[in-house]
């Protein structure tokens, strides 16, 4: 993001810091990485709706439930591996129940708490989906890059999660809203 044309002048009483403004490679950096975030979303989301009518968050959750010992997480749980909002995560959880994929079961030690659990169907749908959409994911992303620029990726995207992760009290993260 450069300056905008009617910017106030540095040290304006408008404007007592200037901002610290992207120069024009960075600009050039962010805009491909947006792009290129914004497809990739979109190619994986229409993949994952052709194949199995479900939309690629749905997917996540149906894979880190798979992962989970005795195929099951704490609501709370999922939404952080998730990185998303409770409340997202409620509505999709719903979602999932209504096709059959999930159930979510009381915790026996936390009255509020929930586990959503996957079913022995939605296991079924993500074994069949998996194919097609690795398949995807390797000719979107994989496939263009060398094995030192995947190494880079992974480098770059885990610094870049973990700066944007905080972990002091209070912390205002999707999972916590």
Same mark, same amino acid.
């Given at each position: 993001?450069k300056? #905008?044309?009617?910017a106030?002048?540095? !040290? @304006?009483?408008?404007?007592?810091?200037?901002?610290?403004w992207l120069?024009g490679? /960075? +600009?050039?950096?962010?805009?491909s %990485?947006?792009?290129?975030?914004?497809?990739?979303?979109?190619h994986l989301?229409r993949?994952l +709706?052709?194949d199995a009518?479900? #939309?690629? =968050? *749905? *997917?996540?959750?149906?894979v880190?439930? $798979? /992962?989970? #010992?005795?195929?099951?997480?704490?609501?709370?749980e999922?939404?952080?591996?998730?990185?998303i909002t409770?409340?997202?995560? @409620?509505?999709a959880?719903?979602?999932?129940?209504k096709?059959?994929?999930? *159930?979510r079961?009381?915790?026996?030690?936390?009255?509020?708490?929930q %586990? $959503?659990?996957?079913?022995?169907?939605?296991?079924?749908?993500?074994?069949?989906? &998996? #194919?097609?959409?690795?398949e &995807?994911?390797r000719?979107a =992303? %994989?496939?263009?890059? @060398?094995?030192? +620029?995947?190494?880079?990726? !992974?480098?770059?995207? +885990?610094?870049?999660?973990?700066?944007?992760q905080p972990?002091?009290a !209070?912390?205002d993260?999707?999972w916590l809203?």
């Amino acid at each position: 993001m450069k300056a #905008p044309a009617s910017a106030p002048a540095a !040290g @304006s009483a408008a404007e007592p810091h200037e901002p610290r403004w992207l120069t024009g490679e /960075e +600009q050039r950096v962010w805009r491909s %990485f947006m792009e290129g975030v914004t497809l990739l979303d979109d190619h994986l989301d229409r993949q994952l +709706q052709r194949d199995a009518g479900m #939309p690629h =968050v *749905y *997917y996540g959750l149906l894979v880190n439930l $798979a /992962e989970a #010992p005795r195929r099951r997480l704490r609501m709370t749980e999922l939404a952080m591996l998730a990185k998303i909002t409770r409340s997202r995560l @409620s509505h999709a959880v719903a979602r999932l129940e209504k096709n059959g994929w999930v *159930y979510r079961e009381d915790c026996p030690d936390d009255k509020r708490g929930q %586990f $959503a659990v996957l079913t022995d169907e939605g296991l079924e749908v993500l074994r069949k989906t &998996a #194919p097609g959409h690795v398949e &995807a994911v390797r000719q979107a =992303v %994989f496939d263009r890059l @060398s094995p030192e +620029q995947q190494k880079s990726l !992974g480098e770059i995207m +885990q610094i870049v999660a973990e700066g944007l992760q905080p972990t002091e009290a !209070g912390a205002d993260l999707p999972w916590l809203r």
